[in-house]
């Protein structure tokens, strides 16, 4: 392998141009550029060399797929290889050599693909530690997260303006936030969030405010961080006012960089094709589902995390108000579990302090028709007692 090869494709060759064509999402497109030019970087080619390898001596470039799948299957997933086989055909489709390879004979050697993932939901307690540790930037990405089970794709793009408090029933207290994930995009839906995350991103808000941004509803929810030290040279220091976007895939570095700093970043095995025990934005969709769950239907858990269904059509509002009585599961802060577990016993008791009230108005009805009833027949006895004698 050539040591000089780059490790990113050459966006001004034709062949990796027609490669980008194609893609409905800048995610996709990311992720199989990413395959394709680690799998050139590993043969020392670059793009064009292996598309004339696949005109010129397909066998041989078929050759170079088959030891690539068997060498990495006992380093890798089988999800990671197959990335890597799907770019690669994708690559020699976009640009008319796809017919060169046999892709069934590739795929008798592939190794098979979990259906379902082995990780697991991030724990309660897990996610307290993070929270103890976290900026508070992260805790916002963290309560949001697992509070609305969004994918982290849902924060590009995401505004000030696509988050709306949701007031209690009464008027007072925030019962929720409603979130629009995906805005503009056929992907688009409405979830909600928790008070306690509605809170924190208040003030995630607040903070940059005061350093000096105006924040409104077009203002992007999660931003770059600033720096404003006096002992940065003008040209060095980032604006506070001026807030950049956070891009998906920053977001997931920053949280992997966070993760391992706090070290909640181990392997499950010492095996390195075995993951992490919880990934470190997908575990809090995991999470949202398994507590959400709970108290609600499974199929209104899916419509809150964006998964379509033709014929299932519920109001925003019916989806409210399961939500709400979700929220208890879905808090992470301890005191407000301790809050919330002392309204519910204070409810409880008021319920049976007014069952006690009522006993009593109960006993106090039935001792005066009582009393009333004593009342009548003693005076029918003295009756009976006068008519007898006579009135002596």
């Given amino acids: 392998m050539d040591a000089q090869m780059p490790k ?69 997933s089988g999800s990671t290889i197959n990335q890597t086989v799907v770019a690669l055909k994708h690559f020699f489709e976009m640009n008319d050599a796809e017919d060169a390879i046999s892709w069934k004979k590739i795929a008798k050697i592939m190794p098979r693909v979990r259906k379902t993932g082995s990780d ?11 929270m103890e540790s976290a900026d508070t930037r992260i805790k916002c990405i963290i309560l949001t997260c697992a509070s609305s089970g969004i994918r982290v794709g849902a924060f590009e793009g995401m505004l ?62 999660m931003r770059d961080a600033w720096d404003s030290h006096p002992y940065r040279k003008a040209g060095e220091k980032k604006d506070p006012a001026v807030a950049t976007p956070l891009a998906p895939k920053t ?26 025990e919880f990934k470190q934005i997908h575990g809090f969709r995991k999470y949202f589902k398994t507590n959400a769950e709970r108290t609600m239907k499974t199929i209104d858990v899916e419509k809150l995390m964006g998964h379509a269904e033709n014929y299932y059509k519920p109001s925003e509002e019916y989806l409210l108000g399961q939500y709400v009585a979700a929220v208890p599961n879905l808090t992470i802060s301890e005191e407000a579990e301790l809050r919330s577990t002392i309204e519910r016993q204070a409810a409880i008791s008021d319920r049976k302090v007014g069952e006690i009230e009522r006993e009593n108005e109960d006993l106090h009805e039935r001792l005066a028709k009582l009393e009333s009833s004593y009342a009548s027949v003693r005076e029918i006895l003295e009756n009976v007692l006068l008519s007898k004698t006579g009135g002596r």
């Fill in 8 to 76: 990113t494709l050459d966006t001004e060759c034709e062949s990796v141009r027609q490669f980008l064509k194609g893609f409905h999402s800048e995610a996709t497109k990311e992720s199989y550029s990413k395959k394709l030019s680690q799998f050139l970087h590993r043969c020392g080619m670059t793009p064009d060399q292996l598309l004339a390898g696949a005109r010129g001596s397909p066998a041989s470039v078929q050759r170079l797929i088959i030891d690539y799948v068997e060498e990495r299957r006992k380093k890798v």
């Fill in 251 to 276: 977001i997931s570095n920053m949280m992997g960089k966070f993760l391992k700093r706090i070290n909640m970043r181990n392997k499950r095995h010492a095996d390195a094709a075995a993951g992490h």
């Fill in 160 to 221: 000030w303006g696509d988050v709306t408090p949701v007031a209690g029933t009464d008027g007072g207290g925030v019962r929720a936030a409603r979130i629009v994930a995906y805005r503009g995009s056929a992907e688009q839906y409405v979830t909600f969030v928790t008070p306690e995350c509605y809170e924190m991103l208040l003030r995630y808000r607040t903070m940059r405010e005061e350093a000096g941004e105006r924040v409104t509803d077009a203002s992007p929810l």
């Fill in 120 to 130: 697991r939901a991030p724990t309660i307690q897990e996610i307290r530690q993070m």
